[in-house]
């Protein structure tokens, strides 16, 4: 009867363990419309949505670390957090340092300037050209030759700076361009020129070989199936980003 009792007990406890497993999620909060700080001070967006996804077939519990995105990488290593869900592009560079789910979204580049302005955005010398600093949108800005290139720390203070006319020509991702540019503060502005498509997918991030990996994208594949990656999408856009 007590070896009994002690198996049942053992058996009770290791069930709370693994429903109470939690997963530590960094992610920047400055980035809208996929990560940013709401009216109560709680992380929110696209990619925190996917999160909570995830996290739900996972039978695990989001906890969400915001960081900001220059030490979002040594966060991750420092075991700050396990995975990094904040809009990351899969690059060569960064698979150096971490390992990478399979793809949740697509992004391209885009330019952007104030209505009726006629930038050209193949003759941009001379010109004020912003973007948000270790990004891919920074690479392609540092190489447009005679730009004025100034880079930012996040997002939205780029935002500021075209929005005051401290720069001529944001390079940004476009889907949060998209987004800003249906917001009160992005009225007055428009693409210019065509997307850039530079091939780029977004993943999320986790330490060299953590079996993490294995389950996330086995989760993605799963909300993908039941129509919950297309709910979320739809939220936020009008067309699909996968």
Known sequence: MKKLLFCSLLLLLTSGSVLAEKIRIGTEGAYPPFNMIDQDGQVAGFDVDIAKALCTRMDTECVFV??????????????????VVASMSITEERKKAVDFSDRYYSNSLAMIAKSGTNIDPTQLQGKSVGAQRATIAADHANAIEGANVKLYDTQENAYLDLNSGRIDVLMTDRLPGYDWLNSEQGKGFEFIGDAIDIGDQIGIAVRKGDKL??????????????????????????FSIY
């Open 213 to 238: 990996r294995e389950r996330l994208n086995k989760a993605i594949e799963e909300i993908r199936a039941d129509g919950t990656y297309q709910r979320i999408n739809a939220k936020y856009f009008p």
């Open 66 to 83: 915001t960081q900001d995105w220059d030490g979002i990488i040594p966060g991750l290593l420092a075991r700050k957090y396990d995975a």
